[in-house]
């Protein structure tokens, strides 16, 4: 497929209006000037009604195979359902030589995802990941602590996201099997793989637990999970979620032989889109003072200015990929890394 002319817009579909397609994917898409919105697929009526309430100029589907046949009207699709239909939906877009973005986590299976970044290679056409949280504020600032040297050689990387959720995995998430991409390894695991590896690079070994607390029979998820990895750089990250947290711990606490830095709280801006607020706003992504992180050793503690959150920039990104031949924003073989790791872990736990 040739390049998009930047002279145009992408002629876009988002596949499933729930959180994903209506926080993560829509408000992005609208608020560039390098998309057009052209389609929202989802059967559900109630999420078709706000679709169209919310962007009336989009044409709302109710399935995929009538979005499909209209795969000469688009250049991209972005996949925003449960992981267990990225596959199908992703080859399929894939096949009729359309850009695509898959939400994470990328595929339940790296066997999958070595087939589909194939698909995408013998089409010419551009396959990109959501990792959305490489855009983090807290993970953006931590990077340019540790690119500044202002740890020295970091020795370990503590990373959690850790809720308040005693009942349990919500809707799809607490039936999905483990071959389905279900439980929070898979969830937000993805997320915290995928950023320690950013930070540290490849691993050299894996280790993993998983537990489920609810529904005991109903399904193998897991809602508890624990990654430990030592990377070849030498650097142990250790990597925990989970939905038992009644009181949190820190979001990341990171230790260099500098000195140390330590984050409480989560990212602003997946609660500001919930809550309505668009991309374009004034003040978005940008962290209040009192969240900020500190850095310091004994008697010597300093706040670290967050740096502004930027979700947007996966847009931006990928726009330059498709129209110009840009790098990808999130190349798939890194999150095929994310999903072998996370196959390790279950392979770990099903033979103890």
């Known amino acids: 497929m040739a390049l998009v002319t930047d002279a145009q817009l992408l002629r876009t579909a988002v596949i499933g209006f729930g959180l994903s397609g209506r926080v993560f994917h829509t408000p992005f898409l609208e608020a560039s000037g390098d998309y057009s919105l052209d389609f929202i697929v989802t059967g559900n009526p109630e ?29 991209l699709v972005v996949i925003g359902t449960p992981p267990a239909s990225h596959f199908a939906l992703a080859g399929t877009a894939l096949e009729l030589g359309l850009n695509v973005v898959v939400d994470k986590p990328f595929v339940p299976t790296s066997a999958e995802g070595e087939a589909l970044i194939e698909k995408a290679r013998q089409a010419g056409v551009v396959l990109s990941v959501f990792q959305n949280r490489r855009w983090d504020s807290d993970f953006l600032t931590l990077k340019k602590l540790i690119d500044d040297g202002g740890l020295g050689q970091v020795h370990l990387f503590e990373s959690r996201f850790e809720r308040w959720k005693p009942a349990g995995l919500r809707a799809w998430k607490a039936t999905a099997g483990l071959a389905e991409g279900g439980g ?41 999970a624990f990654v430990s990895l030592l990377h070849e750089s030498g650097v142990r990250s ?34 500001a889109l919930d809550g309505g607020l668009l991309p374009s706003a004034a003040g978005y992504g940008e962290e209040p003072e009192e969240t900020w ?60």
Request: zero cysteines; hydrophobic letters at 40%; proline letters at 6%.
């Open 293 to 352: 992180g500190t850095i310091g050793v004994p008697g010597d503690v300093r706040a670290v200015k967050a740096e502004r959150g930027a979700y947007p920039e996966f847009y931006r990104q990928l726009a330059a990929s498709i129209t110009a031949g840009a790098p990808v924003p999130v190349d798939p073989a890194e999150s095929l890394a994310v999903v072998r790791i996370i196959e390790e872990v279950h392979r770990q736990n099903q033979t103890r």
């Open 184 to 224: 929070i390894l898979s969830d937000l695991g993805s997320h915290l793989i995928d950023q320690a590896l950013q930070l540290f690079g490849p691993v050299a070994t894996v280790y993993g637990e998983t537990t489920r607390h609810t529904g005991a029979g109903v399904s193998e998820a897991d809602e508890d």
């Open 47 to 75: 999420r078709a009604a706000l679709a169209r309430a919310t962007y009336p100029d989009a044409e709302v589907l109710a399935g995929t195979p009538e979005l499909f046949d209209r795969a000469a009207d688009l250049d």
């Open 238 to 271: 250790r990597l925990s979620m989970n939905l038992i947290s009644g009181l949190p711990a820190p979001r990341f606490h990171v230790l260099g032989a500098k000195a140390a830095f330590t984050k409480w709280g989560m990212d602003g801006q997946e609660a």
